[in-house]
């Protein structure tokens, strides 16, 4: 008769149960399920502490013009995390998101400026160009089964490709599109803030993903599929489709972005926004959003393209270079992703 061995001792079971115990009773481990209950608390702390910082070390960072400029400045990388967001959300992660976008805006200004085509007509186009971006993403995905990652890097050359092809490298000025085009870089006054029709144009897309994510049957599967795809499957999910939606979204949400850059820098151009790749990853990672998928909120991640902001506009205030930017914010994703680790290991 053969005795059978196992690698754990008898009771690890018991002893696990009672250190989740014990850590939930203390100030630390209550800390953690707090934090991994509501994901958006943490970067708005940080956000908060942020602007309080560099409030004090320069007084020109808290009038209303410069809290004005942040939001603009944010409100093309902060639209384009959101599609970010829901790629992560699925544990994937969209490398092409800056690249797609710029072949939008492109198609976008070419179309009108070129062919002669009516604006609201090029926006569609646009838009269409946006989703056929998406989906080739989430066909690659789901039918071929690549992993995202290695997708999105080879669609963000093929995308960036197929720009320059398409406008031959060629910039196309705002002085020379249909006014439609440029109108989310038009600013208003509220009160004594100056915001452009860009920020709005981003708050209500934010609004709507929300209640999307948060409200239907299909926000919860896409969490779900990000949880745990195999018990997302046996639960019924139809995994696939939700993949392929949440890429199709994710398409729509970039052409819109492409709108976005258009007005906020008059201009349409083929080397713009090749930097909102990264970008676009660290607001997600910051606000909260799980790498792993199935935690996180859209909020979180305004938050995270705020804090971003607000980091770039303090240091530029302060004098430091911008590598010293760079320096800073590429610290706040490995201290993000950090937390966001030690977070998972708290029980729901």
């Not at 490398?95 to 797609?100: H, I, N, Q």
């Not at 239907?216 to 599929?225: E, I, P, Q, S």
Request: aromatic letters at 6%; one cysteine or more; a positive charge.
């Amino acid at each position: 008769m053969t005795q059978q061995h196992t690698d754990s001792p008898p009771n690890s079971g018991k002893v696990d149960l009672a250190e989740e115990f014990l850590d939930r009773q203390t100030t630390l481990g209550k800390v953690r399920q707090t934090l991994h209950r509501y994901p958006a608390l943490s970067p708005a702390l940080v956000l908060i502490i942020s602007v309080i910082v560099f409030g004090l070390l320069n007084e020109r960072f808290l009038r209303v013009e410069n809290l004005s400029l942040i939001t603009q400045q944010v409100s093309v990388v902060g639209t384009i995390a959101i599609a970010q967001t829901l790629v992560i959300l699925t544990a994937g992660i969209d490398l092409s998101v800056g690249a797609g976008m710029i072949l939008a805006s492109m198609v976008m200004a070419q179309t009108a400026v070129n062919q002669g085509i009516p604006a609201l007509v090029a926006l569609l186009i646009g838009l269409l160009a946006g989703l056929a971006t998406g989906a080739i993403n989430g066909f690659l995905v789901t039918r071929l089964k690549l992993p995202p990652f290695i997708v999105t890097l080879g669609t963000l050359n093929v995308y960036l490709a197929l720009t320059l092809l398409y406008s031959h490298g060629a910039t196309v000025r705002g002085s020379d599109m249909p006014g439609l085009l440029t109108w989310t870089g038009t600013t208003f006054p509220i009160g004594s803030v100056r915001i452009s029709a860009g920020v709005i144009v981003m708050l209500a897309l934010y609004l709507v993903i929300a209640y999307i994510l948060g409200r239907t049957a299909w926000g919860r599967h896409v969490y779900a599929v990000g949880d745990d795809k195999e018990a997302a499957r046996l639960a019924g999910i139809p995994v696939n489709r939700v993949l392929m939606s949440v890429y199709l979204a994710a398409g729509a949400v970039l052409a819109i972005c492409a709108w976005l850059q258009i007005g906020r820098t008059n201009s349409a151009s083929p080397n713009a926004g090749l930097d909102l790749n990264l970008d676009s990853i660290t607001a997600v990672v910051i606000g909260g959003t799980s790498l792993f998928g199935g935690r996180g909120s859209v909020w979180g991640t305004l938050l995270g393209a705020l804090i971003v902001g607000v980091f770039r506009n303090g240091l530029s205030l302060a004098g430091l270079d911008v590598l010293y930017q760079t320096l800073a914010v590429g610290i706040l994703i490995i201290v993000a992703v950090s937390v966001d680790q030690w977070i998972r290991k708290a029980k729901s």
